[in-house]
């Protein structure tokens, strides 16, 4: 695949809040000193009076951006994931979940390509963590055109959404003058009947890829895209375990708590079979490059390749 | 209002509270009533507000950051018409619309959800930047407790208000001298609190909190004050009218029996009465 485009997905969230500004006066961007990375920093250039930097303070930035909502603004509020899953995940519940406010939330820097600053900033949890609010939609999304579709569906949408999104380029695999996002709906991407790999995010472009070399070898692997975690796409997903009898996950994310165990959830509940979950597995990450990062802990291609062979030789 | 027809008022709304938590048999009375002139002043003089158009986007503002003393605020929006003052009654109890802590999707009147500490003064600084985003004039007005401010939040959206100078908000610190482990400046002090908050860009104005002549100037001062944001510090009483709950650290979080029930609200009678005569 090393003709593909590559760009990272949190240059769709910029690109896709400037655009939603255009549009949108009621949109209002805020960060917490790190627009250059979230890229936040293309809608403040274009609509410097409606982007608010917080500074270091990202509980306060939940607060402020629940507070402008319910004055019927549309506040993004935009810093890593680590900080904005984590660091104010009581914020992020009881100011804009409980309420049920309608403030997005752009997390940048999800998972391990975060690369070399490593653990601290390394978020491998805040699927986990949104997950479990009520009434929280969670998103993310797989490439830049899907990226920059779900901050417009996100604005559309009434209520609170968490928007995930990496660092590191990744390739592009939609077209953007034909792609439609729909909050909620699963994307076979690819139809298979031996086995089913459901992936977000990041392992959406591994997995088409693990899958064509799973065609050479005779393996029909169906390939769901999984942009909403939440609310799941349940029909989809067992539609596809009922046809192939066996279902792999793969996230950039812990094994516990993320897609993988919110897919396990639905099969477990329905149409028991055998899953195998491909994620960090338990463990912090570490410093090191995004490449030798995913190549480490089995989240490229050919660790997703191989994880899938064991799964299948079982 | 007058001011004894606001002392008239906070009596009632003292009633209110008392009644809400006896029937509760759980909640917050000491700092709901250290409060209750600040409630009562905000719904019945200052606030631009309407009972019959509680969602108004024109309307001024009000989070209470200390979220645990619901039923000042439910007391006082009962007897300022947005719900029946039967109603306080069913505080806490399943089913009701009075959650333990303010719920904004179910009580007519709460601007805000609240009650993990520290969190609404940021929800107030977001109103506030709003109307200055739009345009608009209405005014936000925020109340905290003395050891809420503890919280590291309360000086992240400080910091934010004053650097914005958005002098369409009011913070209001309840300065009852208690939390639920004791004396403020026993747990963790956070004094000096005016010198924190001049500190942070804000005009600080001490007032004495159950003198009404002394909340209206206060308040007026806060109008006039342009460029930054004002922070009231409140100086009251902890449990305020209730002879048995008034510096009291131990009816922060505690229901009266029947028969301190009974104590409790011949205390206000009483009160009630000696205003009539006035
Ligand atoms: C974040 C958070 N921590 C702890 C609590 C539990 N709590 C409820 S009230 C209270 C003490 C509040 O004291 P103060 O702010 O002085 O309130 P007041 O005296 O006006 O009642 C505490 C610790 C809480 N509600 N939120
Ligand atoms: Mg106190």
Redo the contacts between chains.
Sequence with gaps: MSEVKKIATREGYGDGLAELGAVNPNVVVLDADLAAATKTGVFKKAFPERFFDCGIAEGNMMGIAAGLATTGKIPFASTFAMFAAGRAFEQVRNSIGYPHLNVKIGATHAGITVGEDGASHQCNEDIALMRTIPGMVVLSPADYVEAKAAVKAAAEYEGPVYLRFGRAAVPVINDEASYQFEIGKGLVLREGSDVTIVATGIMVSASLEVAEKLAAEGISAEVINIHTIKPLDKDTILASAKKTGKVVTAEEHSVIGGLGSAVCDVLCENNPVPVCKIGMNDVFGESGSAAALVAKYGLDADGVYRKVKEFLNK | MDNLELKITANEVRKGIVTAVHSAKAGHPGGSLSAADIFTYLYFEEMNVNPEDPKN?DRD?F?LSKGHTAPGLYATLAHRGYFPVEDLTTLRKLGSYLQGHP???HVPGV???S??L??????????????K??GKDYRTYTLLGDGEIQE??VW??S??AGF?KLDNLVVIVDNNGLQIDGKIDEVCSPYPIDKKFEAFNFHVINVDAHDFDALRAAFAEARQTKGMPVAIIAHSVKGKGVSFMENNAGWHGKAPNDEEYAVAMADLERIGEQLCQK
């Design positions: 986007p503002r989070v719920c904004m999707q601007d805000m959800s009650g993990s520290g969190q609404g003064i940021s929800a107030a600084v977001g109103m506030a930047l709003s109307a985003i739009s590291g939040q992240e959206a910091m934010f914005h």
